[in-house]
């Protein structure tokens, strides 16, 4: 029977938990690619690549729209506007684009700074 009361349920931290797990699940398989995995010879995620992507992974306040293996080797996350690329080196660059045609590329080193930025919170 319902008595005029709404009952509500907070489910964001759950729901935020198992798309992060379905994320880290992905990043895991791409270390099982092997060399030319893209059918010409792009090199799978290194194991720094991949540690280094869950890190960057769970720093983030909101899911990226896709996270894939780059074809020069470590992981690339997508964003509204935005890429992050993690290399296999452990290096970790952002595309930024502004405008329709331009770019700009930078090196990051600090990376919950980075995560925050590129889901929307500027500091």
């Known amino acids: 029977m319902n008595n005029g009361l709404v009952m509500i349920i ?3 931290q759950e729901y935020q938990m198992s798309i ?28 720094l690549a991949v540690e280094k992507a869950i890190e960057f992974l769970k720093l983030l306040p909101n899911e990226p729209r896709k996270i894939s293996p ?18 296999n080196d452990g290096r970790v660059f952002v ?9 700009y590329i930078r090196e990051s080193k600090d990376l919950p700074k980075l995560a925050r930025y590129v889901c929307g919170y500027y500091d």
Do not use: C, H, Q, T
């Open 10 to 12: 907070d489910l964001s």
């Open 20 to 47: 992060f797990d379905k994320f880290i699940k992905k990043i895991n398989k791409f270390a099982e690619l092997k060399k030319g995995w893209d059918s010409y010879d792009a090199r799978p995620p290194s194991k």
């Open 70 to 87: 780059s074809v020069v080797g470590g992981i690339a996350f997508r964003f509204d506007m935005d890429y992050v690329e993690i290399e």
């Open 95 to 103: 595309v930024f684009n502004i405008g329709k045609d331009y770019s």
